[in-house]
């Protein structure tokens, strides 16, 4: 293994990545800030029974390893929802909801391909009402058309409907979860050996015909209440048309597509649930939906809905779109020959204090190969203060020129004279 080998799936953000990324990052929290929601940073590692509780698989997803202190097992976090819902359970007690809180950071997932997930999410506790669903999927629009985004969608679905068709077709308990992931994967010959080997009549075989079609705009949804007589599904489907009345009348229902065919989300998703998809990136940017019932298993019963959406995916489409292009912050770079740290200092500081980023050379060196290294690292600038072979002068140089002025008599008055050289060119 070589010293500067890293563990698979994991990834270092060199500073062009690490400013676009933190620049999403930025965006994001600009829109969901005016919102109305506050931010939390979760602790990266936290007992593995705090996930465990929620979802027995996180146990095996998990990054773990022995807590010297008690010698319990603690885990790099694989989700982040279950730790706000602890947050909220374990820290706003006497406060009353809705809570409104937003989060930034990774997860961690010991699995193939990629084992860190950058994120940025979202979360509205306390409000069980339709009006709550709808408005996260509405940060959601407001936060990538934000970025400059149009073709994106959301694929809206509710676990109630499934959970509902599955009672109306008879689904035995043993079989739920093949049927359930033949439906996810778009397994038609699959379905159709499901079909067969459980002897279904023609008239539940016509019925999964009709459930692996709807999906698409909000007429589905009529189709769906047409075919599927269950309490469940009927509540399900009302409730989605109330969420897109909400959407449409936001002016968001061109992003909107309803896709009732599978069950989407973790286990602890209760209601309604929903996937982000662009036509640049083949796979889900986004995803989130309602869970009503995991704020309980820390002690205190609050529903919820929110989000979560993958950074690292956002990323790649901005930069397919070439709609994410910042430059390093690379404006000036100070060489000071007679190392005069005071008078180098006050300019640089007097010059940040005027908006321009500035580094100062403090490698021992030629200013000739000073010069060179501060154009090869991108700096626009290079000021040369108290040249040897100029005396009582400084020099403002470019790729493109180099100019000489004589020093102004106080460092104000340098500064002045060097942003008018910079103005200038």
């Known amino acids: 293994m070589k010293e500067t080998e890293i563990p698979q799936g994991f990834k270092t953000l060199l500073p062009k990545e690490a400013l676009e990324i933190g620049e999403i990052f930025r965006i994001f929290e600009k829109v969901i800030r005016q919102w109305g929601y506050l931010p939390v940073i979760p602790p990266t590692i936290e007992y593995l029974n705090t996930f465990k ?3 027995e698989s996180f146990e ?4 773990k390893l022995v807590d010297k202190r008690t010698g319990r097992l603690i885990s790099v976090r ?3 929802t279950p730790q706000i819902a602890r947050i909220v359970a374990s820290s706003f007690k006497s406060e009353a909801p809705p809570f409104r809180f937003y989060y930034k950071g990774s997860i961690f997932r010991d699995s193939k391909g990629d ?3 950058p994120q940025f999410g979202v979360e509205l506790i306390g409000a069980d ?4 669903d709808a408005e996260v999927v509405s940060v959601i629009v407001n936060m990538l058309r934000e970025l400059g985004l149009k073709s994106f969608q959301i694929d809206i679905g509710h676990v109630g409907f499934i959970d509902g068709v599955i009672e109306e077709l008879n689904i035995p308990d043993e079989k739920k979860e093949k049927f359930i992931s033949l439906l996810s994967s778009k397994d038609l010959s699959g379905i159709e050996l499901f079909s067969e080997e459980n002897n279904f009549p023609i008239e539940i075989r016509t019925k999964i ?3 692996l079609d709807l999906y698409g705009k909000a007429t589905i949804l009529n189709r769906a209440e047409k075919t599927f007589k269950n309490r469940k599904c009927i509540k399900a489907t009302e409730t989605l048309k109330k969420m897109f009345e909400i959407l449409k009348t936001y002016g968001f229902e061109e992003n909107i597509i309803f896709d009732l065919s599978e069950r989407r989300g973790m286990k602890y998703h209760s209601g309604i649930t929903f996937e982000i998809f662009h036509p640049m990136v083949g796979i889900s940017i986004g995803s989130g939906g309602r869970y009503d019932n995991l704020i309980k298993s820390f002690g205190r019963n609050l529903p919820a809905t929110g989000t979560s959406i993958r950074i690292d995916r956002i990323y790649e489409l901005l930069k397919k779109k070439a709609a994410l292009n910042i430059k390093l912050p690379r404006d000036i770079y100070i060489i000071d020959t007679n190392k005069e740290l005071k008078k180098a200092y006050e300019v640089a500081k007097t010059l940040r204090k ?5 580094a100062r050379d403090i490698v021992k060196r030629p200013v000739e190969k000073s010069i060179e ?3 090869n690292k991108g700096f626009q600038f290079a000021i040369v203060l108290n040249p040897r072979e100029h005396g009582n002068k400084f020099i403002v140089c470019s790729t493109k020129f180099r100019k000489i002025e004589k020093e102004g008599n106080s460092t104000e008055e340098t500064v002045n004279r060097i942003i008018e050289i910079l103005e200038e060119h």
């Open 129 to 132: 009402d339709i009006e709550a």
């Open 373 to 375: 290294i501060a154009f």
């Open 78 to 80: 694989p989700d982040f």
């Open 53 to 55: 509780k929620i979802d």
């Open 209 to 211: 015909e009709v459930l």
């Open 354 to 358: 005027k908006g321009f980023n500035v």
């Open 115 to 117: 084992r860190e997930f």
């Open 60 to 63: 095996e997803l998990s990054f």
